[in-house]
């Protein structure tokens, strides 16, 4: 995740993570993002945002479903090539 908030201008954070969230059926409002430093790879990437959606679950069903936002995300195993360079576990690719 780090490589791709990296590559989006911060402006466009917010948008992206409408988009990563639309890719997992999870569509809403977004707000409250909060977006550690992308460049700081002395430290571990963090964000965390809340979504909201009117009438997101059905409260007449006895069982509602939820999928956990990014789990369509896989961390891509690192090469020895990688190894040093501190992209390795950076790298994100969709699963699926």
């Known amino acids: 995740m780090r ?6 201008p911060s402006a466009q954070w917010e ?3 409408e988009n990563i969230n639309s890719m997992g059926g999870l569509d809403g409002d977004i707000t409250n993002l909060k977006v550690g430093d992308p460049a700081a790879t002395n ?5 965390s945002y809340d979504v909201s959606k009117a009438n997101f679950l059905d409260w007449s069903k006895k069982k509602s479903d939820i999928d956990l936002p990014l789990s369509q995300f896989t961390l891509a195993d690192a090469d020895e090539d990688d190894m040093g360079a501190g992209c390795g576990a950076d790298q994100v690719r969709a699963s699926g």
């Open 3 to 8: 490589i791709i908030f990296r590559r989006v």
């Open 15 to 17: 948008r992206l993570v």
């Open 43 to 47: 430290e571990p990437f963090q964000f």
